[in-house]
């Protein structure tokens, strides 16, 4: 069974650009949760999709949304960027959703963004 | 609300050697408690967790974690590391009411031959 895709692996822009990144879950997982990892705020949660509709929500600005297709990948799309934003961005799927997805979550091997 | 602590950035330790890596969470309700590993430039992998049951879980690549109640902690152990077990280390917490995966710093662990 394939794992967790992420694309691109990495990417540069350019401060007050948009990006979309693409998760595309394990076949049969219908959970998508995305990550941000930085050296100063380390792993934070930033949403999970479940069955196209966004289960949570982590503490993050309404620059950064996201959404989930019928067959479960997701793309992330952060808006008017800024140097802060550059960060590993992990997604990872899941059969079921919230806690339940947990016992069971894979991750991807991350997309690099930086942003310049 | 829910944390994580993990009170040692970096630990190192000779190969052979046991090891124990540090975690405390501060939540009210049962936790669920989960302990990853990354390398250098990979994603996350799960190496156990504990939701329910037996408080001592084993995990993979032959981790162990112990779940205690009274004193907040999920410490991870390895009775013998190896080379390969060189990464960064994850402690992470959920639970009912908060189902959201918050994460500690990490314990960075370096082997030494």
């Known amino acids: 069974k394939a794992g967790v895709t992420q694309t691109p692996r990495y990417l540069i822009k350019t401060r007050g650009q948009q990006v979309t990144l693409s998760c595309s879950p394990i076949s049969g997982h219908r959970s998508v949760s995305w990550y941000q990892q930085t050296p100063g705020q380390g792993l934070q949660f930033l949403f999970e999709y479940f069955s196209e509709t966004q289960r949570n929500k982590g503490n993050f600005p309404g620059r950064f949304s996201g959404r989930q297709f019928s067959n479960s990948r997701s793309e992330m799309n952060v808006s008017t960027l800024e140097l802060g934003d550059s960060a590993l961005y992990l997604c990872?799927?899941?059969?079921?959703?919230?806690?339940?997805?947990?016992?069971?979550?894979?991750f991807g091997p991350g997309t690099r963004l930086t942003v310049t | 609300a829910q944390s994580v602590t993990q009170p040692d950035i970096h630990i190192t330790v000779s190969e052979g050697a046991s090891l124990e890596l540090r975690c405390n969470y501060s939540y009210g309700a049962t936790p669920y408690l989960f302990w990853y590993v990354q390398s250098p430039g990979q994603g996350l992998q799960l190496l156990l967790k504990?939701?329910?049951?037996?408080?001592l879980v084993q995990g993979i690549k032959g981790f162990e974690a112990e779940f205690k109640r009274s004193q907040s902690s999920f410490n991870l152990r390895k009775p013998s590391v190896h080379w390969s077990d060189a990464a960064e280390y994850f402690c992470a917490v959920a639970a009912f009411g908060n189902e959201k995966l918050t994460f500690g710093t990490g314990t960075r662990l370096t082997i030494i031959p």
């Open positions: 990872a799927s899941s059969p079921n959703s919230g806690l339940a997805g947990f016992i069971e979550q894979y």
């Open positions: 504990y939701f329910s049951g037996d408080t």
